[in-house]
């Protein structure tokens, strides 16, 4: 029996988050985990996937872990039916940079799911200015990733 296991991002473009992204769940195939990765906007792969890539609007009504990166794949996430668990891996402060929202969104969304930051940095500034609870997943840590799903 395979775990599923499916991430939302932005894209799969030249970023951090798609080369460490994609050589963990690269890592993953075989081994009893089927991850899926859901883009908003198409881009070209700078590593080849070893598993399947398709636009967001597939992920509706998929079962099995789903893992958000960025509060619009989160806001998707949350209106979507179907998933056994739900965490939302906050990789990058957004809110620190967009003045479209205000501070009562953040803290709604923060609240929603788990929380899963990239470093300890994030965990403190994240639990302190919203008090939530943050787990640690450097990078996409393959062996942390097996643990948390």
């Known amino acids: 029996m395979f775990k599923k296991l499916n991430v939302l991002v932005d894209n799969l473009g030249a970023n951090q ?3 460490y ?4 769940l690269n890592k993953l195939v075989g081994q009893g985990i ?5 883009y908003e906007t198409p881009q070209k ?10 636009n967001i609007v ?5 079962e099995g872990i789903m893992i958000s990166t960025t509060i619009n794949t989160t806001l998707h996430m949350l209106s979507f039916p179907a998933q056994h668990k739900r965490i939302f ?3 990058d402060l957004e809110w620190l940079r967009e003045n479209k929202r205000e501070w009562g969104f953040y803290y709604n969304v923060y609240h929603a799911v788990p929380l ?8 403190k500034l ?4 919203f008090n939530v609870e943050v787990d640690i997943l450097e990078n996409w840590d393959y062996n942390k990733l097996l643990g948390v799903i």
Request: one cysteine or more; proline letters at 7%; charged letters at 10%.
């Open 116 to 123: 899963l930051v990239r470093s300890e940095s994030h965990k």
């Open 21 to 24: 992204l994609i050589s963990s």
């Open 17 to 19: 988050l798609s080369f």
């Open 58 to 62: 597939n992920a509706y009504g998929q």
């Open 126 to 129: 994240i639990e302190s200015c």
């Open 34 to 38: 089927s991850p899926v990765v859901f």
């Open 89 to 91: 891996y906050a990789w």
């Open 45 to 54: 792969h700078h590593i080849s996937p070893m598993f399947p890539t398709t």
